[in-house]
């Protein structure tokens, strides 16, 4: 029987614990034969040499992730102690100060958190056009607003357009009280989310008031030439062929374009096909545009949600092997 003492003295114990234990818990069902108590900043090991000496690294490097980026969700924290080896902090921390992309209202920082994302911001400084594809929560988004907002700041662009398809998920548009703002706009409140969290609301107002910030559903970009401008297409798996091909055609001179989207959340009518998955697959090797995949590993919501998009996957995965394994039978004349 092996005990030992960490301190927690460098961090927010309470960020490290978790609001009701919720994160020490987590720890406690990763090493089940091990007795683990905290007090204060403290945390006390209890068990097998080998055991003890596996958790104090494990929460050495959560304490290096919380030294590094002062907060960490239950889902990291699931995440790093899961981890084979050293390394894996790297796979969720930025080491320099120059990687966070946007200093918000309050001090917050905002940046790339996982590999995915951080491909992602490297894509988007290579290349003028990048498709961002991956399932809900993942912060494509997020990573993309993030990104224009930095360019807006750094004076690299003059404007930012944030666009949506105004499509209906299970609810009819028509029916919506209010005018056409008022009933586009819940479609493009997850826009409006993000920017809440990177630009201060008085300047946030101004620039929407100058235009400087542009919010628009995607038909209002017919007919459109936009120069010297970030664009961003979300939900672009609601864009019919036509739609992307147009949006697409609207980059003007000193622009960039991030589109993003999840093939396995098309709400278009069944008589409509999604454009997205045409264009990755014919604008694939063209030089200037970048594609990039997340996936759940991605996932900085709540730690459910990764399980929630591997029973989604899983349960698709087994409806396709079941209809491969279904017996081919010749249609009979009649």
């Not at 987590?26 to 945390?43: A, C, D, N, W, Y």
């Not at 299970?170 to 993000?194: H, M, N, Q, T």
């Amino acid at each position: 029987m092996t005990e030992t003492i960490i301190n927690l003295e460098t961090v927010n114990p309470i960020e490290f614990f978790g609001v009701n234990n919720g994160k020490l818990d987590i720890l406690k069902k990763k090493f089940p034969l091990l007795k683990i108590l905290s007090r204060g900043t403290q945390i006390k090991l209890s068990g097998s040499p080998e055991q003890v000496e596996t958790a104090k690294e494990k929460i050495d490097l959560l304490v290096q992730f919380l030294q590094r980026n002062g907060h960490v969700s239950e889902n990291y924290f699931e995440q790093i102690l899961g981890g084979d080896d050293a390394e894996v902090v790297d796979n969720f921390v930025d080491r320099h100060p120059n990687d966070v992309l946007v200093f918000g209202p309050n001090g917050k920082t905002v940046r790339a958190r996982t590999i995915n994302q951080k491909r992602m911001v490297v894509a988007a400084e290579k290349n003028d056009v990048v498709f961002a594809i991956g399932p809900a929560g993942t912060g494509k988004t997020y990573t993309a607003v993030a990104l224009a907002v930095r360019a807006l700041k750094n004076k690299l662009v003059k404007k930012i357009i944030l666009t949506r398809p105004a499509v209906e998920a299970g609810e009819s548009l028509g029916f919506l009280p209010g005018d056409l703002k008022e009933k586009i706009d819940p479609y493009l409140r997850p826009l409006y989310d993000a920017l809440d969290d990177m630009i201060p609301a008085d300047k946030l107002g101004y620039y929407m008031s100058t235009r400087t910030i542009e919010i628009a559903p995607l038909a209002y970009m017919r007919g459109r030439t936009l120069d010297h401008a970030f664009i961003i297409l979300d939900e672009a798996q609601n864009a019919t062929d036509l739609q992307l091909k147009m949006f697409l055609t609207r980059i003007g001179g000193n622009a960039k374009a991030i589109i993003t989207g999840d093939l396995t959340q098309i709400d278009l009518p069944k008589n409509q096909k999604s454009g997205l998955a045409k264009a990755l697959y014919i604008l694939k090797g063209i030089e200037g545009i970048a594609h990039i995949e997340l996936d759940e590993e991605d996932v900085v919501r709540h730690r459910l949600v990764k399980a929630i998009i591997r029973a989604y996957e899983k349960e698709k995965q087994e409806m396709e092997e079941q209809q491969e394994r279904r017996p081919f039978t010749r249609p009979t004349k009649e």
